[in-house]
């Protein structure tokens, strides 16, 4: 008895095991389940526009390899201001890195339009577009597979404040359906500065960005497909007279009461020269210029205190400057007309200084020239010598350092 329960025990393990290994091979022939099939939809990008100069991470947009090493904007609420009413942006996708005509996707001239939202101030704003996924499949055609792991190429153009007014609601049209059609339009823009109110057309370029339909099919609202970021070049040139007359502690004379400034060019173009081959955050060295016959225009410059550092120490002076399109430095113009207040009550006595030099005296402006760039400061520092004639340095910096030798 006790053989024949050991046997059935041993049976019966055995069929045990038999139906374990069965039910193992059953396993095993069933294919596992496909991923859901990629879901397509409408696409999300965003990229950042930068007009101010010293932000964290950004190149200023006024220094670059020609001595021109300032970084920071002294007026923000001019030099960094964006009319938000007349902002444009264009978005291109290229076969490659270097293809010179991408074809053009998306163009926004309303930031308070449909499909595209915006958040920021004063320097930054971080742009938000929804591209639609029947936008998509009409630019792609049949090359629209959102499985599709071949490199995108997207570019970003932006051209703010082409009307050159803060009250503009309406930017100028640019028109065209690829690169060199819209850049054509846009070199055509030009604009002049009012005597108020006025903002300073910037143009952008942005550096290609690669991606993949794959990727952008897998972008959502709250996480969009970054296209970089745009730096803003100011299409207006930047003059400026520093008071740094002499005077005894305590005495206010003699001082520099006003500053005009008288320039040819009264119109300039809102775009740089070879604007279609701009580098993102780069300086300009060749001036775009319209051409024109008209009469010379003259304005006020604007006056306001300035911090400088000799080095030991820190002192206040008054500092006149002003804005203008892009000049040719001419014999005449452009030029200033400084009127110094010897004491109080007393006459003006009035200066006449073009740019090019004063009584004999070329003045060189390194890295420029012959010419008023773009982007860039020009300022001279004033003084007076013991003949009351002017004594005059021409600063290559717009932060600059002053030496003003003691009184004995």
Not at 1 to 16: E, G, P, Q
Not at 217 to 222: A, F, L, Q, T
Not at 271 to 284: C, E, H, K, R
Request: proline content about 6%.
């Amino acid at each position: 008895m006790k053989s024949m329960v050991c046997i059935r025990n041993r049976v019966a393990l055995c069929l045990a095991f038999a139906l374990l290994l069965t039910a193992a091979a059953g396993c095993s022939l069933v294919n596992d389940p496909e991923p859901p099939a990629k879901e397509g939809g409408d696409v999300e990008l965003t990229f950042r526009v930068v007009s101010a100069a010293n932000l964290t991470g950004h190149s200023g947009t006024r220094s670059d390899d020609k001595g021109h090493d300032e970084e920071d904007s002294q007026q923000p609420d001019v030099e960094d201001y964006i009319n938000i009413n007349d902002f444009q942006f264009h978005i291109f996708v290229g076969t490659s890195e270097t293809d010179t005509n991408p074809r053009l996707l998306y163009s926004c001239t309303n930031l308070n339009g449909e499909n595209v939202t915006y958040v920021g101030g004063m320097g930054v704003y971080d742009i938000h577009i929804t591209v639609s996924e029947e936008t998509m499949k009409t630019f792609f055609g049949d090359a629209y597979d959102i499985n599709s792991r071949t490199p995108v190429y997207f570019r970003v153009m932006v051209v703010a404040n082409s009307n050159a007014s803060q009250t503009a609601t309406t930017p100028k049209e640019i028109t065209g359906t690829d690169f060199n059609a819209m850049m054509t339009s846009a070199n055509a823009l030009t604009y002049t500065l009012p005597g108020s109110e006025f903002s300073l057309p910037m143009y952008g370029l942005g550096s290609w960005q690669t991606t993949t339909l794959y990727e952008l099919s897998d972008s959502r609202p709250e996480e969009p497909t970054s296209l970089g970021s745009v730096t803003l070049l100011r299409a207006a040139s930047k003059v400026r007279i520093a008071d740094e007359i002499p005077r005894q502690p305590g005495n206010e004379y003699p001082r520099i009461a006003s500053v005009a400034f008288t320039y040819a060019s009264q119109s300039g173009y809102a775009l740089p020269a070879n604007a279609s081959d701009y580098i993102d955050g780069t300086q300009v060295h060749t001036v775009n210029i319209p051409d024109q016959n008209a009469a010379d225009n003259t304005i006020n410059l604007v006056s306001g205190k300035e911090t400088v550092d000799n080095g030991t120490e820190t002192a206040t002076e008054t500092v006149f400057y002003g804005y203008c399109p892009e000049q040719r430095i001419g014999t005449d113009t452009p030029r200033f007309v400084i009127n110094i207040q010897p004491s109080q009550g007393a006459a003006l006595n009035t200066y006449t200084v073009p740019m090019a030099g004063y009584n004999g005296n070329q003045f060189t402006w390194a890295g420029s020239e012959g010419m008023l760039l773009r982007n860039h400061i020009y300022t001279l520092a004033i003084g007076l010598t013991t003949t009351q004639d002017l004594s005059i340095t021409v600063c290559p910096r717009a932060i600059f350092t002053t030496d003003i030798p003691p009184f004995e």
